[in-house]
């Protein structure tokens, strides 16, 4: 009996040691793919930016460097510009592939000299890896790359390029070398520049933008998420005294700012005589609705490091503070009757204390102060009725959008979030919300800044625009990224706590959750509605997506023409090194 139990112990041992083998085994390969990809992507990175140094310097035998010796093209390999159309003063020209033979290097040098002769100079030069598409070791490597050119032509005119390649390149000596590429799609944007002009001086618009000065004191240090200092910004417009002239409101770190339009007279600054306080730092949000239906504009102001509260346009140019205080770390408000009572509803987007969290993955954080909604009880009172309404939404919300996008009469609410998933919180009519994100495909898993509900295509239902950021680093957020976070939450034994995220994202992306990074940093997205409740990405079909790290966006028809145009803001800090971002 002894020998017998002695035996099967021998054999449950060996079967323990094999599947830990074979677990370390498959450990160390993903651990392998995940450096290679990594070490891949910043050799193609650096190659990437030794052409865009040689295209800006005009060096083209450094251009040619970055090819291969035997670099020969297939398919349409060359391409050519081809004018799309004209207005407003701007020229818009495509590029499309063409079938025309080349010979090998000398052939891409003709066209970067075709592309080069025209300009005076260059204000801006980037190749970009945009994705790494297959990694085949020792035997090369595809990806993606963008090409984006700005400066101005010698006849005067500004110009803009950006352009989508496909590459294949090999490792060499002195790192890879393009051996292939093919122009997937481009254009070129040229004109005067004198569309629009900044008169903001002229007008009396001062104000100057400046740091929150409570990031210094010991109460609002952020020593734990020390880049949450440079978050302070807002800006409103509405006609809150009623003479037919719209108003700024401004928010910043240092104080806010309230100017009165005078029409033909410019701006006047008005904070203090209208009744708002003129010393408080931190009122980053300012929303103008009419809470109290007498037909003027309230102003609920919103903070990160204060608190905010709700003032009651007296209807003499001045305000007057009501009894609703609002927690500080709100980031977005959005205003909407959605329980069709007859008056206007809050909700509030907030973020995470930078002083105690930061957030818990740069792809699904959740960890947020938490969203409130507040309904409107008449007479200037609200209620919260954020957890019986089920809209909390845990993500760090920096985009609210009021819209009813199943057209059943209900306003329905967008979020964007950054550090993570997106969510569309359908109103199911009753003072309830169900998160449809899935079923809508509106997960949208950037870096969420900011979302509008507009008809984009003109069909009689409503979309979604949404500001994300677009990264060169891209590539890194790829699954064999995503395999090394499992694999450090593994070996670190956060494993169970990470878990809940790793089961919501298979819940949200389905079978694809291993590609859940590629979308990470891919950009601005236009989600549009396809009548039966259910959206589709087109950003890059539409050229919606342009390089950059944006925030404020919107849609209006600038050019009255009918169709709704997208006015996008953007900006970043960046260091030394400028091929971060």
């Not at 978050?231 to 409101?249: C, P, Q, V």
């Not at 947020?368 to 919260?384: H, Y």
């Not at 609410?413 to 569309?424: H, K, L, P, S, T």
Request: proline share 3%.
């Amino acid at each position: 009996m002894k020998k017998r139990w002695k035996i099967r112990l021998i054999v449950l041992a060996v079967l323990i040691v094999g599947v830990g083998g074979l677990v370390w085994l498959q450990v160390d390969r993903l651990e392998h793919r995940a450096l290679r990809h990594a070490e891949s992507g910043r050799s193609a990175g650096k190659l990437l930016g030794s052409l865009a140094e040689a295209l800006a310097e005009g060096r083209m035998e450094a251009v040619l460097d970055c090819y291969t010796p035997d670099y020969a093209e297939s398919g349409p390999a060359a391409w050519e510009t081809t004018s799309r159309y004209e207005t407003d003063g701007l020229v818009v020209a495509g590029w499309v592939a063409s079938t025309r033979k080349t010979a090998g290097r000398e052939g891409v040098a003709g066209r970067y000299r075709a592309l080069l002769e025209p300009v005076e100079r260059f204000e801006h030069v980037k190749v970009k890896l945009d994705r790494v598409l297959a990694d085949r070791g020792e035997r090369g490597l595809d990806i993606r790359s963008i090409l984006w050119l700005r400066g101005r032509h010698k006849d005067g005119t500004g110009f803009e390029s950006k352009a989508r390649f496909e590459m294949t390149l090999v490792p060499g000596e002195q790192g890879h070398r393009i051996a292939s590429q093919q122009l997937i799609s481009g254009d070129t944007v040229s004109g005067p520049g004198t569309g629009f002009a900044d008169v903001a001086a002229n007008v009396g618009l001062d104000f100057e933008a400046r740091a929150n000065p409570m990031y210094e004191t010991e109460a609002w240090r952020p020593d734990v998420f020390g880049i949450f200092k440079y978050s302070s910004a807002g800006l409103s417009a509405a006609d809150y005294d009623g003479d037919g002239w719209y108003d700024l409101f401004l928010g910043d770190g240092a104080r806010m700012a309230l100017y009165r339009n005078l029409g033909s007279e410019g701006f006047k600054e008005v904070t203090a005589e209208a009744g708002l306080p003129v010393d408080q730092p931190g009122i980053n949000v300012g929303l103008f609705a009419d809470f109290d239906n007498d037909g003027d504009q309230d102003l609920l102001l919103g903070g990160l490091t204060v608190s905010g509260g709700l003032y009651r346009n007296d209807g003499n140019g001045s305000f007057s503070r009501e009894s609703l205080t609002l927690d500080p770390l709100v980031t977005v408000a959005g205003a909407a009757d959605y329980d069709l009572d007859g008056d206007l509803d809050i909700y509030l987007g907030r973020y995470l204390d930078p002083r105690e969290d930061l957030p818990t993955t740069l792809f699904y954080t959740r960890n947020s102060a938490g969203n409130q909604l507040l309904r409107n009880d008449g007479n200037l009172q609200f209620t919260d009725v954020t957890e019986a309404a089920g809209v909390r939404e845990g993500g760090l919300t920096l985009g609210v959008a009021w819209g009813d996008y199943d057209r059943d009469g209900n306003p329905d609410i967008y979020v964007a979030n950054d550090f993570g998933r997106n969510a569309m919180l359908r109103n199911n009519g009753d003072g309830s919300f169900t998160d449809t994100t899935l079923e809508t495909n509106t997960m949208d898993f950037g870096f969420g800044m900011s979302a509008t509900f507009a008809d984009a295509d003109n069909d009689g239902d409503l979309d979604i625009y949404v500001s994300n950021v677009a990264s060169s680093q891209r590539w890194y957020g790829q699954s064999a990224t995503l395999y090394k976070y499992l694999m450090n939450s593994f070996r670190q034994g956060t494993m169970m706590e990470d878990l809940p995220l790793y089961r919501e994202i298979v819940k949200f992306a389905g079978d694809n959750w291993r590609n859940y990074g590629d979308g990470m940093v891919k950009g601005n997205s236009l989600l549009l509605n396809d009548g039966k409740g259910r959206f589709a990405d087109v950003a890059e079909s539409a050229g919606a997506n342009p390089l950059g790290w944006y925030w404020g966006s919107t849609l209006f028809d600038y050019d009255n023409d009918g169709l709704q145009d997208i006015y996008a803001g953007n900006g970043w800090i960046t260091g030394h090194v400028t091929d971060d971002l």
